[in-house]
C-alpha cells in the first residue's frame, strides 16, 4: 500500500463465516498487537460484526463477515497494491486419519 496509498502501509484483509468469528479474530488481533506494544488507534464496527475495521497505523486490519466480504471485494479495489503471502495461506495441515480397527 506504500506506493498507493498515504495513510498505511499495508492492509490486511481477513473473514469469518460468522459475527461473532468477526469478533474472536478481532479481539486476538488485538490482544496480539498490545502484547507486541503496537498501538491500535481505534476500531470500528465491532458491535455489529460484519466489517470491523482495526486502525493500528502502519497496518490497517479489515475483518469481514464472508458475505460482505465477497460482496465489497475489497482486494478488488486494491488490485494495484502487491500481495505478500503470509505462512499460512497455503492452510493448515491436515490430521492423519486414524487406522480403523
Known amino acids: 500500500m506504500k506506493a498507493l496509498s ?10 469469518a463465516d460468522s459475527d461473532r ?5 478481532v479481539d486476538n488481533i488485538v490482544m496480539k498487537l498490545k502484547e507486541l506494544g503496537e498501538r491500535v488507534m481505534g476500531v470500528e ?6 466489517w470491523v475495521l482495526i ?3 502502519d497496518v490497517v ?3 469481514l463477515y464472508e458475505p460482505i466480504r ?3 471485494d475489497i482486494e478488488g479495489l486494491w488490485i494495484d497494491a ?3 503471502k503470509l505462512p499460512f495461506e497455503d492452510g493448515f495441515p491436515k490430521k492423519p486419519k486414524k487406522a480403523e480397527n
Open 6 to 15: 498515504d495513510f498505511t502501509d499495508y492492509f490486511l484483509i481477513c473473514g
Open 21 to 25: 468469528g468477526v469478533r474472536t479474530i
Open 61 to 63: 486490519v479489515h475483518v
Open 82 to 84: 502487491p500481495r505478500i
Open 55 to 57: 486502525d493500528a497505523a
Open 45 to 50: 464496527g465491532y458491535a455489529e460484526g460484519k
Open 70 to 72: 465477497r460482496f465489497y
